[in-house]
C-alpha cells in the first residue's frame, strides 16, 4: 500500500465500476502535478463512500 499524497478536485459516483462495493471515484494529480487520473474512493483515507466537502465532477 502506498501512502502518497495527492491532490483531490472532484469525485463522482460511476455507478457501474465498483471497488469492494464502493462507487464513488476521485480526480486527482500528484502534488507537484502530473495528467489526472480517477482513483477509487475505496483507497482514499476518510472517505466512506464520498469524501466530505470534496464537489462532484
Not at 11 to 33: A, E, F
Not at 35 to 47: I, K, L, Q
Request: aromatic share 8%; proline share 7%; hydrophobic share 30%.
Amino acid at each position: 500500500m502506498s501512502n502518497t499524497t495527492l491532490r483531490a478536485y472532484c469525485q463522482t459516483n460511476r455507478h457501474t465500476s465498483k471497488v469492494s462495493g464502493n462507487t464513488w471515484w476521485t480526480k486527482v494529480t500528484l502534488l507537484r502535478g502530473s495528467d489526472p487520473a480517477w482513483v477509487s474512493n475505496h483507497y482514499v483515507r476518510g472517505a466512506a463512500p464520498k469524501v466530505p466537502h470534496l464537489p462532484s465532477c
